[in-house]
């Protein structure tokens, strides 16, 4: 039980101060002291700053998929997803322009997998498309909302992101759908 208090208490410690400075102003020394513990119990819990931001991510996306509820669609879905980054844009924007802009994108990649897996498959239930094709779908979506976000990022994180994401919706509205049906005659 203290372990796990201890774990959540660095995590909120670092998304909190991700959320003032970049990634690299960011010290084990710093954490440990706003986290009222030792450097030694820090690493204890984490091999250094960069496993901690791992298992942040990590603890988000497991999240995702435990509250994740079948009858929304991908863009609420998607949203609800991303509850994270729109929390928390200022550390998604000290992420993406550190070292670790990799891990970020893996993580929002993983996401995205993860929203248009669950959402191609449900659609696929009653069309019936090759699982080869069901998994082409869902990773042409997952590759496009990837970037998109990553756009996003790169460019300030000015628009609104429920308008953006509400929008692709509205554009590309029954492609799923029409591109398994046509896994049959392929």
């Not at 660095?10 to 954490?31: A, D, G, W, Y």
């Not at 298992?55 to 879905?77: G, H, V």
Request: glycine share 4%.
């Amino acid at each position: 039980m203290a372990k796990q208090y201890t774990k959540e208490t660095i995590q909120s410690v670092f998304i909190e101060m991700l959320n003032e400075r970049p990634l690299s102003k960011i010290t084990i020394k710093e954490i440990a002291e706003r986290s009222e513990i030792n450097r030694n119990t820090f690493y204890y819990h984490y091999e250094d700053i960069y496993e901690l931001l791992s298992e942040i991510f990590q603890k988000e996306i497991e999240t995702f998929i435990n509250e994740y509820n079948d009858t929304l669609s991908w863009e609420d879905s998607f949203i609800s997803a991303s509850r994270f980054a729109l929390e928390n844009k200022k550390a998604i924007y000290h992420i993406y322009n550190s070292m670790q802009r990799e891990e970020l994108r893996d993580y929002i990649y993983n996401v995205a997998g993860e929203v248009m897996g669950k959402y191609v498959e449900r659609v696929n239930r009653n069309i019936g498309a090759s699982k080869e094709d069901e998994i082409m779908v869902k990773e042409f979506y997952q590759c496009a909302l990837t970037e998109m976000v990553l756009r996003w990022i790169s460019t300030g994180m000015k628009e609104d992101p429920n308008l953006v994401i509400k929008r692709i919706g509205k554009l590309f509205d029954g492609n799923i759908e029409r591109s398994l049906s046509r896994s049959g005659s392929l």
